[in-house]
């Protein structure tokens, strides 16, 4: 089984994502906040991550550097899926794709189920 | 040349695009929310949950609802608006009313704490109830954002030095005087103008703010209870404290 960790901290849109992702055969958790990621990362290593950039309290940015300086945790797969155009991060792309090892850049808004749910099978295909 | 007063150049804070920004992207939320909840329901094992995508709907609806009155409150003559005697309980009960469906789908308890001791207030009813409301929904969504151990809002009044602060409370410290005062100076340019609150542009609080400062009221943070809020702050009126 392959584990999901889902940080959204709007609760319905996570409640969305977590029912579809849970239909197609993923073990999900989903926390709000960067710290509660942190916690369920812990207690059991993710498979893959998708992550909101826009938290209460932190930027996902931090959270992402953090998540990345622990060893166990710097190969898992990373989906960005957040608020944030992609075009506020142009001049930093190469820090998102290659130094924290971001796998997929997804702008919320525009990112249906079925796109989502493909980019997370492409990052890592359910047994 | 003749020079022209200062407040005839400068929009009332609610006119500003600011403001438009900051609901326009709060918006995207709930339209989204309704989007991906639809879009489940046509997925193999999928299901749509109507009354959900209803609630979510109903209360955007309502918070640009509350934005529009703020426009119209601002751009109107101070002398035009109604202000009436106003019972803070009755505004309270109403907006817990309104509040309840959105804060239930959001795992919220609201607990209202009014006994009506203050009595009447003079104030815009409307006003005064559409700033709560507004409040209320951007704290219904952002306590599951933070976190917070306790999912659990109180509507309630309490006396202050300046009259009588009616508002929402929470558990939780993040609301704080100066979150308010960095959140009134970013919103707009900023995408989380109070991050340490809330994960959007927080539009609820700024609409209450734009529809209290339109009423010639003001929006404050507040302690009540070992709790934090945020709330308006109505005077006391005398002559209505006799009725």
Redesign the interface.
């Known amino acids: 089984m392959i584990h999901v960790l889902l940080v959204e901290?709007?609760?319905?849109?996570a409640r969305?994502?977590y029912?579809?992702l849970k239909?197609?055969g993923y073990v999900v958790t989903a926390?709000?906040?960067a710290?509660?990621a942190i916690l369920a990362a812990d207690e059991a290593k993710p498979d893959m991550v998708i992550m909101?950039l826009?938290?209460?309290?932190h930027s996902g940015i931090e959270f992402l550097y953090e998540f990345r300086s622990y060893a166990d945790w710097q190969s898992v797969p990373l989906i960005i899926h957040t608020?944030?155009p992609p075009s506020e991060f142009a001049g930093a792309r190469e820090l998102l794709m290659k130094e924290l090892g971001t796998h997929t850049y997804l702008y919320?808004?525009h990112t249906?189920?079925?796109k989502l749910l493909s980019a997370v099978h492409d990052a890592v295909p359910v047994e | 040349m003749a020079t022209v007063p200062i407040r005839e150049i400068a929009p009332p804070p609610v006119l500003t695009q600011h403001l438009l920004l900051s609901v326009v992207e709060q918006m995207k939320l709930p339209l989204m929310s309704i989007a991906r909840r639809a879009e489940f329901g046509g997925l193999p094992g999928g299901h749509t949950d109507l009354s959900e995508i209803r609630v979510t709907a109903d209360a955007a609806v309502q918070l640009l609802d509350n934005y529009i009155l703020g426009v119209q409150l601002a751009s109107q003559e101070a002398s035009l608006m109604q202000t009436e005697p106003v019972a803070i309980s009755s505004v309270l009960h109403n907006a817990g009313q309104r509040l309840q469906p959105i804060a239930k789908s959001y795992g919220v308890e609201l607990d209202m704490h009014i006994d009506g001791k203050y009595g009447p207030v003079m104030a815009h009813r409307r006003g005064l109830e559409a700033a709560i409301v507004s409040l209320g929904y951007a704290l219904v969504e952002a306590l599951p954002a933070q976190d917070a151990p306790q999912l659990k809002l109180h509507l309630s009044a309490h006396r202050c030095r300046y009259g009588i602060v009616a508002g929402i409370y929470c558990d939780t410290e993040q609301i704080t005087t100066d979150a308010l005062r960095v959140g009134r100076q970013l919103y707009g340019r900023a995408r989380q103008p109070v991050i340490n609150v809330s994960h959007t542009s927080g539009a609820g609080i700024f609409v209450a703010d734009a529809i209290l400062h339109a009423m010639q009221s003001q929006l404050t943070t507040s302690r009540y209870r070992r709790l934090y809020g945020l709330g308006a702050v109505l005077p006391l009126n005398p002559q209505l404290q006799l009725v």
């Not at chain 1, 901290?9 to 849109?13: F, H, I, M, R």
């Open positions: 901290p709007d609760l319905l849109l969305n994502y029912d579809a239909t197609v926390v709000p906040s710290q509660a909101e826009q938290l209460v309290g608020h944030v919320k808004p249906s189920l079925r």
